[in-house]
Structure formats: structure tokens, C-alpha cells
Nanobody
């Protein structure tokens, strides 16, 4: 399995960006694809995840109501729509795949895409 993230960029506070993650290889229905981020000097943190099969979605509290994760099974794509962006959302964003759980076991990672939110 390989993942490739894209869509990062520079945006002003209050703006929007949409990230894409292309998943190649087989994603089983029990799999989950998640978005993580790592800000400078900070540990990587979970942002959102979606179960590949049933489509349940999970978010960290600080992005609920602002970010939306979605998946397109036919095209093997996962998206992260980010609205009302704030400077604290600045980070490198990664997509990853877990075979079993949206909360752990992320064994496959894509390269990151940089999101910069200016104040």
C-alpha cells in the first residue's frame, strides 16, 4: 500500500484548504485512513480518520466543525476539507492507513504536505 498526500499551501486565517490522499494498493473494508499533523517542535497528532468500509468518521476535538474527512472508494481517495483555518493549524499533514483501527496501527504513511496559516 502506498499513500500520497497533496493539496497543502499557504492560506490566511479564516481561509480553507482541501487535502487529498491517493491510496494505491488494496484497502480492505476494515481499514481506516487517517490524517495526522506535526507542527514545528511538536509531536505528531491525530487529526481525523475514516473507516474505509462503513465510512465512520472520527475527529480530534479542536477540528470538529471545521474539518471534514471523506473518502471516495471508487477512486481510492481520501480528502480533508479544512475550513476556518487558524495559525495553530499550521503543520505538515500526513495521511496514513491502518488495517484494523482508526485509532492505532497506522503502518502505511504518505509523505507530508505543508499547510501554513498566516495570521
Amino acid at each position: 500500500v502506498q499513500l500520497q498526500a497533496s493539496g497543502g499551501g499557504l492560506v490566511q486565517a479564516g481561509g480553507s484548504l482541501s487535502l487529498s490522499c491517493a491510496v494505491s494498493g488494496r484497502a480492505f473494508s476494515s481499514s481506516a485512513v487517517g490524517w495526522f499533523r506535526q507542527a514545528p517542535g511538536k509531536e505528531r497528532e491525530f487529526v481525523a480518520a475514516v473507516r474505509w468500509g462503513a465510512g465512520q468518521k472520527y475527529y480530534r476535538d479542536s477540528v470538529k466543525g471545521r474539518f471534514t474527512i471523506s473518502r471516495e472508494k471508487s477512486g481510492n481517495m481520501v480528502y480533508l476539507q479544512m475550513n476556518s483555518l487558524q495559525p495553530e493549524d499550521t503543520a505538515i499533514y500526513y495521511c496514513a492507513l491502518s488495517r484494523n483501527s482508526p485509532f492505532e496501527g497506522y503502518a502505511y504513511w504518505g509523505q507530508g504536505t505543508l499547510v501554513t496559516v498566516s495570521s
